[in-house]
């Protein structure tokens, strides 16, 4: 087990009357990457100031490797940390001047910062833009300088808001790239706030879902993707379709499942009667045009509502017996069973793909 | 016409002569301006930083005041400083009436707010989340103002600028507290004032120049500022 570098315990930050983050206890382990992602407006940002030390909260207590952080000499240990923002938010100045900023303001001599800096320039590629001003920089650019300013402090937790979201989607893809091999590369540990499931999916290794500025999951990327505790955390996460359902038997390894008038065979072990929840992620959803029975159970009929042509994928929404679902299919495969609107499909998904959650 | 071209060559011999009196006149406008527009920033800097950052309560009376502030007519400043300096005063023991000193304070009272509310404006301009930038990467509270300021710098130089421009060119204040003594309190407005009753145009012409070159200069200096900070707009049809 890794050291604890940063806990939060009892932490409340109000505006007013109104609480914006409530988190009962939360530990960052050193060298973990751990992504925060929620809906707008359910404390992303704030929890991630808290964890910069840039905000104090209302409530609570922060600990910084066993130091209470708000206590005690505050600048001393957010010099310990940096953050990135969405926007750039460069001086009006050189890339060099902003690059060096954090090590200007931390008194180190010319001698130093240019044996940390000129790695980095090289590591982030604008090395060769050193000398250009930053209002004269791409988003892309701007952007790697912001980084480059916050990692050339090697600070022992780098936190990160949104900081791809703003832009373009090759810049974006190609600093994701540069990114991920430094945070392997360098064992930092890092904090990053997300609105896309994919960024949080490929870089962290631990996944908070905040809602409504509580805690509603926190745990392993697969676990909290593939296995949501509850409704909310499945919407989150990107699993559409969520059947409401009543457990009719259990033989030790699958459980059956009654939905409207479809019966499913999910892999799981619980008491018959209770009232559960059946997630399906869209992209585990198969739809054929025979009507081959190999099985009883997970084998539906439904009809095609609509097809949504994608690059990679075409999102077809269907409607079996009332019950409204959503398919992500291969694009190829769905252009070859040249699916339309009203026709009728069969559709499949194995067992262990169902993740089941008790109704409360 | 020909007045005014008699006017505009004597007013350049009085100029490149180097004439004792138009000189002296125009060194103590610049004294006396200068003087208080230092004293206009000490005290507008800070508040316009204040108002911009913090929050308390009044500020925005303070606000409204400060606004209310830069359109201050001159006069109505010479009337109440006047007021309070006169010799039976409340202020009348300091014996500041008809001095340079009161001069400077009348100015005072009609730079800092401009030079307070311009602070404000270029403060706010700033994004906010650069503040917090800032901390994230470890700034300190002094440090953090520090870049503030010199971030803001261009459009704080206009403030500068702003406050100087509209003391330099006041004749209401100066003339009513400053009394237009020679050799004293007389500057480079109140001396057009007096040369212009008594029909000496061409001394009121070449001090009005000296006043019309000093304060173009001024106004030159911050046009350019402030088209160096202009964003290149699109054309628009």
């Known amino acids: 087990m890794a050291a604890t570098l940063l806990s939060l315990r009892d932490v409340v930050v109000r505006y007013g009357d109104t609480i914006a983050l409530q988190i009962a206890a939360l530990d960052l382990h050193s060298g973990e990457i751990l992504a925060i992602i929620g809906p707008n407006g359910s404390g992303k940002s704030t929890l991630l100031r808290v964890m910069g030390l840039l905000q104090r909260p209302s409530d609570g207590t922060v600990m910084f490797r066993g130091e209470n952080a708000f206590d005690g000499n505050l600048l001393r240990l957010r010099r310990r940390c940096a953050t990135v923002f969405q926007e750039p938010l460069l001086l009006n100045a050189t890339v060099y001047e902003n690059a060096v900023l954090g090590l200007k303001l931390r008194g180190l001599s010319n001698h130093e910062i240019a044996r940390r800096l000129d790695p980095w320039l090289e590591r982030l590629g604008i090395a060769h833009l050193r000398q250009r001003f930053a209002r004269s920089l791409s988003g892309g650019e701007a952007q790697r300088t912001s980084l480059v300013r916050a990692l050339v402090l090697e600070p022992e937790i780098l936190l990160l808001d949104e900081p791809f979201a703003a832009l373009d989607p090759t810049s974006r893809e190609a600093l994701l790239r ?6 392997n590369d360098c064992k930092i540990t890092a904090v990053f706030v997300t609105h896309d499931r994919n960024e949080a999916f490929g870089l962290a290794g631990r996944i908070a879902v905040l809602h409504h500025g509580r805690m509603a999951q926190i745990g392993a990327r697969e676990d909290v ?4 505790e509850s409704e909310i955390v499945a919407d989150i996460v990107g699993i559409e379709n969520r059947l409401p359902g009543v457990v009719e038997d259990c033989d030790g390894r699958y459980v059956i499942i009654r939905v409207n008038q479809i019966w499913l065979r999910v892999a799981g072990r619980l008491t018959p009667g209770i009232r559960v929840i059946v997630c399906l992620r869209p992209e585990s959803l198969m739809i054929s045009r025979d009507n081959f ?3 009883d159970y997970n084998r539906l009929t439904g009809t095609i509502k609509g097809v949504l042509a994608g690059l990679m994928h075409q999102r077809i929404t269907l409607e079996c017996n009332g019950l409204p679902l959503v398919a992500l299919i291969e694009r190829q495969p769905c252009v070859n069973l040249k699916l339309a609107e009203r026709e009728m499909v069969t559709i499949t998904f194995s067992s262990s793909a169902a993740h089941i959650i008790i109704a409360h | 016409m020909e007045l005014i071209w008699h006017g505009v060559l004597k007013a350049a011999e009085l100029v490149f002569g180097l004439d004792g009196e138009v000189w002296s006149i125009t060194w103590r406008s610049l004294q006396i301006s ?4 230092f004293i206009s920033l000490l005290i507008g800097m800070p508040l ?22 830069m359109g201050l007519p001159p006069v109505v400043v010479g009337l109440f400083i006047s007021i309070f300096l006169w010799r039976s005063g409340p202020l009348g023991f300091l014996e500041l009436i008809y001095t340079p000193a009161a001069m400077v304070i009348a100015q005072v009272i009609i730079a800092f707010p401009i030079v307070a509310g311009l602070t404000m404006a270029s403060f706010q301009a700033l994004d906010p989340k650069l503040a917090l930038q800032l901390l994230g990467i470890g700034a300190s509270k002094p440090q953090l103002l520090w870049l503030l300021v010199r971030e803001a710098k261009l459009p704080l130089l206009a403030a500068v600028m702003a406050g100087f421009g509209g003391v330099i060119s006041e004749v209401g204040a100066s003339m009513m507290v400053g009394g237009n003594i020679r050799n004293q309190t007389r500057v480079l407005t109140t001396a057009t004032v007096l040369e212009t009753g008594k029909g000496n145009f061409e001394i009121a012409i070449a001090l009005g ?9 001024i106004n030159l200096l911050l046009t350019r500022i402030q088209q160096r ?4 707009w699109p054309r628009l049809s």
């Open chain 2, 229 to 232: 900070e202009q964003l290149r």
């Open chain 1, 225 to 228: 993707f593939h296995r949501p």
């Open chain 1, 178 to 183: 540069d990114f991920q091999a430094i945070l």
């Open chain 2, 34 to 37: 200068g003087c208080a527009t």
């Open chain 2, 209 to 217: 120049l000296i006043l019309l070159g000093l304060t173009f200069a």
């Open chain 1, 293 to 295: 029975r190999a099985s």
């Open chain 2, 48 to 69: 316009g930083i204040a108002l911009a950052l913090a929050r308390f309560p009044g500020r925005a009376t303070t606000v409204a005041l400060i606004n209310t502030g």
